[in-house]
């Protein structure tokens, strides 16, 4: 007879572990029907509970067909009919969904821009933050036709890396309210909180299918006539940077002369076949500090607010306020580089890296987003759980820190014999890139030489 004692507390832990694996088996779950609840609920409200004439074959589909199908499909039905179905209904096909009522809505937007090669989906490299908003347009049935019949516009085509809390975009949506459609005046007047309370909740329904780097902040309706590009009146961008030995008072100094309106030519990558004017309006330009520290270095941001900007301007700007702040150039080279008359050529430097960029905000006349308590519940809860996810990276990667292995003095005299600084080369001691006038003569001479070989 064995004389082993048994655990007590084992049935317990077994019973835990159970109960665990019960709960997140529970978890998974709901979060797939929330899925599936959004995309049902963006058919039945698409359909509206009438018949939709279709265009291509005459074939009629109404909302209890549809959900039929649906039903047909997860039992083994006719995958061919469902596809069919499907097509007629998706965005891409306008005759079919331009039936439904629609409005014109601007979107306010968050991003993190690490994994993506830049906003606009003309990079053509995947995956990118516009591609990923249509894709959860489709996903949910908010489009009304393609990108041309959408009247789509952004603020800000941000490039590889950039992140961003306020792109803003417009374009036609689908609507649940017959009076919001974008055909009369009726969605350039002022809409009532009824109808807001009626309307479909843009910010609940995108925020269940886009990625977890990308949110919906809000949403506005804009008369017709709105321009997500050129009705902005200014953007708002950030750029962080550690304190670590830098001269502000200098740095202070240098942003100051970038106020008002100037030619910005070497301060961008120019672009002499598309721009022709470099003057740009800068309204403010501050050195904030944030509450973030680490190692007893505090995060500091750039704040640069412009009514527009030349391509990688905001970049350019900081590479060179950072030399100013490191010691390397003083705070005169600023003048220097914005008169073009003295200074016609840039000279070359490496701009800033694109991962501290962020487009803070962009500003518009009576346009004010909203979000429903329930979105607004979701997205904060969201955001927080993000904030926790990259604490717990940083606490990972600081653990790696504190366990590498000691350098031995060895190391550290091998170290210094063999790494040397670079010797620093001022700014206007460098090669400099060609002007824009000599960029124009050599596309025109090219010009030239086509038409007269033809």
Known sequence: MSNEVRDPLLPD?????SLQSLVDSLQNRVKELEEENAKLSSRLSSCCCHKIEEACDSVVVD?????????ESKTGGNTTTKKKVVEKISGSNTRAINHHCKRYVALKIMYFGKRFYGFASEAQMDPTIESEIFSAFEKTRLLVGDKKELRYSRCG??????SSVGQVIALLLRSSLKETDASNENSEKIVFKEQIEREIDYVGVLNRVLPDDIRVLGWSPVPVGFSARFSCLSRDYKYFFWRENLNFLAMEEAGKKFLGEHDFRNFCKMDAVNVHNYKRNITLFEICPSDVRYDGNQLWAFKIKGSAFLWHQVRCMVAVMLMIGQGLESPDVVDTLLDTEKTPRKPQYTMAPELPLVLHSCEFESIEFICSADAGQALRMHLANQCRNYQLQAAIFNDALLSCLPIS?????????????????????RPTEPSYEERRLKLNSKTFGLSKSS
């Open 157 to 162: 085509r941000t490039d590889k890396g950039v």
């Open 409 to 429: 003095s060895g190391q550290r005299s091998l170290k210094g014999t063999t790494k040397k600084k670079a010797s620093y080369i001022p700014l206007m001691s």
């Open 13 to 17: 832990r077994n019973l835990i572990s």
């Open 63 to 71: 909302c209890n067909s549809l959900l039929a199908e649906r039903r």
